[in-house]
């Protein structure tokens, strides 16, 4: 129960604690029993993370030519060898009914003349069978489960509320390996809350805020993926970091996607000069995966010395295109480029964290009690390399595969135990501030230089090198002031990036998301990149 005293830290018990608001902590809340009390906690607005963004769709196979085993065969290809082939057939078995769920909770897709939902078709697919809501699926998928979770009683959305660390048996001194809940800063008034709870569920999103530059909005900076590396949860494949190969070039576009559905419904890419050039990279052209594309565009780019390059769409007719692509149409025409006349200016962007916390296909970590679900978790569903529109279906299967294991479970997990407030003590407001901002701006630059789409052993220990020194920096200023959004994120994301960094290293070959010049091919017995806890020393801010 909270406290009544507006001073001091509050406390909280609930069923279910859910980290992050997006399209897995959602369909995690919808799919419990209503009897169970259930906090969201989101760090901005409910639908603030990054499946509002989501332009492309949802991958299902609901076409009569297409099949299962086709599905499969696609992820599995444009993994690099390393998806788990249990996780693809599990995930792509539960797409159908997972795609029912969003339409009978209400989530309006784009029909087709016969009024069946419209498939289109994007990189690595071998047929049409990407569900979408024009250009923003994203967005209705967010909007209608967050309008469906504020219809429900048991419920309880709540906003501006930053994870600080999750709360264990072992810090507790207890016995017993098992996660009780979280502590949590309320930016509203500046405290840290105390949350207990039976379950914990971390769906936060990825870390791409790693890197300079993003299509990920400001919240991706890798929150639940170090709070449970720092509570003992092994992380896999981090060196994986998918960059989308198309983000609107333009200094105030702040690093907007163009959908690769672009590409899937006849979109080129292009030189400065006019020419074509994917051809000479893959036999697929522009429908090759991201890894693929990425590469080819950050090679001409370099080649030529250019700041970008174009992707071009404008030879469809112009209401073809105003019909498929409203958002990307009237968000590049405020920026003075109209897409039914003129080529897109397009560079790469880090997009998706392939990698993450290794979990079960219920969505169990390491950690009892705790579930990692959505960008965050380490399914095995992408192997080396996430296929387009797979990302917001594995948010909807493992979420409503927690939320079963959650249902079954229940009356066997016990309340949670106690825990002490959040001990403000010993810190005290920060007068330095300049630190933080220019260790953010240093970690993503260096990561972006270092440890971007090509890499190279010497670029990877100058960045192991300089996230070391940052760790210890980040690792003073958290025990002396108080916690504040910023510094939690520069937190998060300095031990992410030292993940990241190790990951690289120890990958001795080049593999779909990770290319590295020393080692070019490939070995042929590949593995994941298992990171433990106990075993494996990163720093720790």
Not at 327 to 347: N, S, W, Y
């Amino acid at each position: 129960m909270a406290r009544d005293d507006d001073d001091m830290p509050q406390s909280h018990e609930y069923d279910v604690l859910i980290i992050g608001s997006g399209a897995a902590g959602l369909t995690v809340a919808l799919n419990l029993p209503t009897h169970l009390s259930v906090a969201v906690v989101s760090k901005a607005e409910i639908t603030s993370g990054a499946t509002l963004w989501a332009q492309g769709g949802i991958a299902a196979v609901l076409d009569s030519e297409d099949s299962l085993e086709n599905h499969i065969s696609d992820t599995l290809d444009a993994g690099g060898g390393l998806c788990h082939e249990d996780a693809v057939r599990y995930t792509v078995e539960n797409a159908a009914d997972s795609i029912k769920w969003l339409v009978d909770s209400g989530v309006q897709f784009t029909r087709d003349e016969n009024e069946q939902l419209h498939l289109t078709r994007e990189g690595g697919h071998s047929h049409r069978r990407i569900i979408h809501a024009a250009d923003a699926t994203g967005n209705a998928v967010s909007t209608t489960l967050s309008e469906q979770a504020q219809a429900r009683p048991n419920i309880n959305l709540l906003s501006r509320r930053v994870a600080v660390d999750l709360i264990t048996n072992r810090k507790l001194a207890l016995p017993g390996n098992r996660c009780v809940g979280a502590y949590i800063l309320n930016l509203e008034d500046n405290h840290v809350e105390l949350f207990r709870a039976r379950f914990t569920v971390i769906a936060t999103g990825g870390a791409s805020k790693t890197y300079r530059y993003t299509t990920n909005p400001d919240g991706a900076s890798g929150d639940g993926i170090a709070m449970a590396w720092r509570a003992g949860c092994r992380v896999a494949n981090m060196e994986f970091n998918q960059f989308h190969p198309t983000c609107l070039y333009h200094p105030h576009a702040k690093s907007f996607l163009i959908s690769e559905a672009v590409r899937g419904e006849g979109g080129v890419l292009l030189l400065p000069d006019g020419d074509r050039f994917m051809e000479r990279f893959d036999s697929r052209g522009e429908l090759a995966p991201r890894d693929i594309v990425a590469r080819a565009i950050d090679h001409e780019m370099k080649r030529l010395g250019a700041d970008h390059l174009y992707l071009d769409i404008s030879h469809k007719p112009a209401d073809f295109i105003r019909e498929h692509f409203p958002t990307i149409h009237d968000r590049c025409l405020a920026f003075g480029i109209d897409i039914t006349r003129e080529p897109i200016p397009v560079v790469p962007a880090a997009h998706y964290t392939c990698g993450g916390v290794m979990t079960d296909e219920r969505a169990r970590t390491d950690i009892n009690q705790l579930y990692v679900v959505g960008e965050a978790a380490f399914t095995g569903l992408h192997g080396a390399n996430r296929m387009a529109s797979n990302s917001l279906l594995e948010c909807l299967v493992y979420g409503r595969a927690a939320a079963a294991d959650i249902a079954r479970r229940e009356h066997d997990i016990p309340a949670p135990p106690s825990a002490p407030d959040w001990d403000e003590s010993q810190v005290r407001d920060s007068d330095e501030d300049v630190v933080i901002s220019h260790n953010w701006d240093e970690l993503r630059h260096f990561m972006w230089d270092y440890v971007g789409i090509v890499r190279t052993t010497k670029r990877l220990q100058r960045a192991k090198h300089r996230v070391d020194l940052l760790s210890r920096e980040i690792s003073e200023f958290y025990s002396n002031y108080r916690v504040s959004n910023d510094l939690l994120e520069l937190r998060n994301l300095v031990m992410v990036a030292d993940l990241i960094i190790c990951s690289a290293l120890q990958r001795k070959e080049s593999r779909g998301l990770h290319f590295t010049l020393d080692y070019p091919g490939l070995l042929n017995e590949p593995e994941d990149t298992v990171l433990v806890p106990t075993t494996y020393r990163i720093a720790s801010p």
